[in-house]
């Protein structure tokens, strides 16, 4: 789906998803100091908004414009007391074809992001690359299997970077310079009325150097 299909689909509801966080962030972002954190495939803004209430600097980034204008518009009617637009700089980019904004950060999280599996991983490297040091990747993706069979769906999903994916491409780098923490395949925290993904599966990884 390109910028125009995005920008279509959220044109087309007044809100396509919940307005909540997503679960895994909470649970795996909680206990950790703020910083700078990238978030990748914004959407509307709820990551990106829960993050800077808790003090993080946050690069919050999607395709689509209609998302973007979306969420900095939520985010200023609820949070101008708060100071969010200041700790919240919405960006439209296509990583799939550009390069991540100048990092390093602190975080960087793309919960159900759907990143192309490319030869070579450049796009996926370049991402790995925005992570500082000492700092954290958070990769989440449904479980294949709650997409239903496969004739149904309107991708190949292998065609995409799961978890499972981005965590070998990992452990074939140099020695000592990521760490995971984190691959498995848990319930998700919490199901919309109506989807019919209930499993996520989570990466974290922790940069070393």
């Known amino acids: 789906m390109d910028a125009q299909a995005w920008d279509d689909r959220y044109s087309s509801e007044d809100r396509l998803f919940s307005g909540n966080p997503n679960g895994v ?52 009617a609820d949070g101008a007391a708060e100071g969010l637009g200041d700790r919240i700089a919405w960006t439209r980019a296509d990583l799939t074809a550009e390069p991540p904004p100048p990092g390093p950060f602190d975080l960087v ?4 992001f759907p990143l192309p599996k490319e030869e070579g991983h450049a796009a996926l490297k370049a991402l790995l690359a925005a992570v500082a040091p000492g700092g954290t990747l958070l990769y989440v993706g449904h479980h294949i299997e709650d997409l239903g069979p496969q004739q149904w769906r309107e991708v190949d999903p292998t065609d995409y970077y799961w978890p499972a994916d981005v965590a070998e491409v990992l452990k074939a780098m140099p020695d000592g310079e990521w ?5 498995e395949v848990r319930p998700r925290p919490s ?15 922790r940069r070393q150097r």
């Open 179 to 183: 760490t995971v923490l984190t691959d």
């Open 109 to 112: 999280s793309a919960q159900y």
């Open 25 to 76: 962030l909470i649970a795996e972002v909680e206990g950790l100091a703020p910083g700078r954190a990238l978030d990748l495939g914004c959407g509307e803004g709820a990551d990106a908004v829960w993050l800077a209430e808790r003090g993080w600097h946050v690069t919050a980034v999607d395709i689509s414009q209609v998302a973007l204008d979306r969420a900095a518009e939520a985010a200023g």
């Open 191 to 205: 199901v919309p009325e109506g989807a019919h993904h209930t499993r996520d599966t989570v990466l974290r990884a």
